[in-house]
C-alpha cells in the first residue's frame, strides 16, 4: 500500500472505529485512538483505560492494539459499501474478542500488559 492509501484509511476508516468503541463507554472510562502508519508499523487502533472497573477481571489495564491485515485494508479502500455494518457489529466483535483472548472490556483490564489483535477482515 502505498502513503495516501494508508492516509485514506486512517482518515476515513479508522477515526470511524475509533469513533464507535469510544462510543460504547462513559467519557473518560476508555481512551480509543489511531496510531498512524509510520516506521513500516502498519496504522492502528489503541484502547486503553487508565482505571478498572470493579474488582475483578484481569492484573493489566486495557492496553489493547488492533491492526488489520494488509489485504484487509485493501479490500476496504476498494469497496467500502458495508463498513457500516461493520461499525454496527463492532460491540459483537469485542465479546468474541475476550472469549478468544484475556482481555476483559467490562472491567477494562486484561492479563498481559500488551495485547495486540491481528484482524483479517472487515466483515460484520
Given at each position: 500500500?502505498n ?16 469513533e ?98 491481528y ?6
Open positions: 500500500m502513503a495516501n492509501d494508508w492516509q485514506r484509511f486512517e482518515d476515513e476508516f479508522a477515526i470511524r472505529i475509533a464507535r468503541i469510544s462510543s460504547l463507554y462513559h467519557a473518560q472510562q476508555v481512551t480509543v485512538d489511531v496510531v498512524r502508519h509510520e516506521n513500516g508499523h502498519p496504522s492502528r487502533v489503541r484502547i486503553g483505560s487508565e482505571s478498572r472497573e470493579g474488582d475483578t477481571g484481569f492484573p493489566y489495564l486495557l492496553n489493547v492494539y488492533l491492526t488489520w491485515h494488509k489485504r484487509a485494508i485493501e479490500q476496504l479502500l476498494a469497496n467500502p459499501d458495508n463498513f457500516d455494518a461493520y461499525l454496527e457489529s463492532l460491540p459483537g466483535k469485542m465479546q468474541g474478542w475476550m472469549q478468544e483472548r484475556p482481555i476483559d472490556f467490562g472491567s477494562r483490564t486484561q492479563r498481559e500488559p500488551l495485547e495486540r489483535l484482524l483479517d477482515h472487515f466483515d460484520a
